[in-house]
Every structure is written in C-alpha cells, then in structure tokens.
C-alpha cells in the first residue's frame, strides 16, 4: 500500500527540523495518536514536538479530525499546533 | 461574486470596495485587519497550510452565502513576513441591506481568527521570537456563531 505523506507546520516542524515525510504505512486500525505515540519515541526533535499530544491538533487529507481518528486509507496527515488565525 | 485569494502580496482595499459595490447591492461592509505593533514587535511571521486553506475557507464563504442573501464575498488572507502597521487580512461583503453585510462580515471573520489553519510567529527588537498560541475567547465566539 502507498506511503503515508505527513506534514508538519509551525513549532512541530522547527522541534522536528523538517517540514514533510513519508512513512511506511501503519497497520490497518491505527489511530493518529498511536502513530504520533510511535514517532514521538524516534529521538529529541520528535521527542519535544510529539511528546505531549494535549498541545496538537491533526488533520486527514486536509480535513480537521480529533487524534482518536483511525488513519485507515487517507493519503496525507498533518500535525501541528492549535491554529492561531488571522 | 465571491473570491478568495491567499497571498503574500498586499492588496487595494479601494479596488476590492468598488468590486463589491458594483454587485448591486443596498450596503458593503468590511474589515481589515493590521498587524499589532508594541512590546518590541518587528514582524510577524504567518504560516500556513495550503491545501488546507484554500477549501477551507472556500466551504465557509459557501456557508455565509448560504444563511444570508449575499451579492458579494471577498476573502484576502496574507502569509509570510509582516511588519506591524501592514494589512494581514480583508473580509467584505455586499448586500441588497445592511444587517446581512454586516453579520456576515462578523462571522467570517471571526471564523478566519479561530479556524483557518494559520500560525503566527512573532519576532522581537531583542532577537527573540515566539509562537502564538491559540486564544480560547477566539474559539468560543466562533463556536458561538455555529450554534
């Protein structure tokens, strides 16, 4: 099955020093906080931006969805601060 | 008529109110929104998610259109480095009355301040900088309008 494309913006990109990956996709039935659980062990960069979940918010395939969601078939994944408007 | 545009670029508010005042309409309302200066801010740096924006703020444009009888919307967003003083945002709407202008008007802007997916660094004369964190207030009044 396709990669999964995530993207990260504001201080979740600057913690983890780049803007988008692709990761091997995760097993059917994974939710978006399990993956951000698993990413977050990776290392200092994902460490500071994943490892507290209550300050992020996600988005599947450019649509706002809680962490619980499952990830299932969506293409990309989004990772990122509450956002701060205009 | 309605358009959206998310840009870097400044935009004429002059040219965007002669837009929707030629839509036919009774009454135009706006807002325009600046970047704040004071406490040492030089810039503030906005971020975005493209993808996202677009057909975000294109569904609620749809939704404003939908509740009130609207002849005209137009959305200016800016992104990128901006200096206080400077145009950050444009929000107008036309209408045959002056009541559907301006609520529409409110509510698009106060959803654009608590939903669309922009971020904001601010950077200081003393070289620090800091991300700006979500106002929960902001969230509330958006959620208000909702309800």
Known sequence: ?86 | MSRVSIQAEDFDIAAELAALEACGGGGVASFTGIVRGGEGLTALELHHYPAMTMAQVGRIVEDAMARWPLLGVRVIHRYGRLAPGERIVFVGTASRHRTAALESCAFLIDWLKSHAPFWKKEHFSDGSARWVEARVEDDAKARGWLE
């Open chain 1, 1 to 86: 099955m396709a990669a999964l494309t995530i993207l990260y913006f504001a201080w979740v990109r600057e913690a983890i020093g780049r803007d988008e990956e692709k990761v091997e996709r995760p097993e059917t039935g994974t939710s978006i906080a399990e993956l951000i659980a698993k990413l977050a062990t990776r290392g200092d960069g994902y460490a500071q931006a994943l490892g507290d979940p209550e300050k992020l918010r996600a988005a599947l395939d450019q649509k706002f969805v809680p962490l619980d969601t499952i990830i299932g078939e969506a293409k990309e994944l989004a990772i990122f601060p509450p956002v701060t408007g205009g």
